[in-house]
Nanobody, 124 residues
Framework: QVQLVESGGGLVQAGDSLRLSCAAS????????MGWFRQAPGKEREFVAA????????RYTDSVKGRFTISRDNAKNTVYLQMNSLKPEDTALYYC?????????????????WGQGTQVTVSS
């Protein structure tokens, strides 16, 4: 129904910045909460950030607060994750996710659609 494609990952040094993008296609004539998750080798997938349809409600996991910023451009059907002051601990495969909702509550789970991921590697 909805296809999500992430981009913007890469190899950077600690302290550098990256901007991830997630482009949605298909059934996009609806309202969706958009979120970012990540999974490092040997670890479970974890919630990173999410944003409501309006963009006025956001939620972040504690480890990225003050460093990452999630935003969206509904006219472009795209959500972004600006990642600053990157740390080696941020190294992971980052996934974009979407959940149908027009509300302001941004959950950490229950998402309906997932992208294939984009790799972020931060060297020390």
């Amino acid at each position: 129904q909805v296809q999500l494609v992430e981009s913007g990952g890469g190899l950077v040094q600690a302290g550098d910045s990256l901007r991830l993008s997630c482009a949605a296609s298909g059934r996009t004539a609806s309202t969706y909460i958009m979120g970012w998750f990540r999974q490092a080798p040997g670890k479970e997938r974890e919630f990173v950030a999410a944003i409501s349809w309006s963009g006025r409600s956001t939620r972040y996991t504690d480890s990225v607060k003050g460093r990452f910023t999630i935003s969206r451009d509904n006219a472009k059907n795209t959500v972004y994750l600006q990642m600053n002051s990157l740390k080696p601990e941020d190294t992971a495969l980052y996934y974009c996710a979407a959940k149908y909702s027009s509300g302001t509550y941004v959950p950490k789970g229950g998402y309906d659609y997932w992208g294939q991921g984009t790799q972020v590697t931060v060297s020390s």
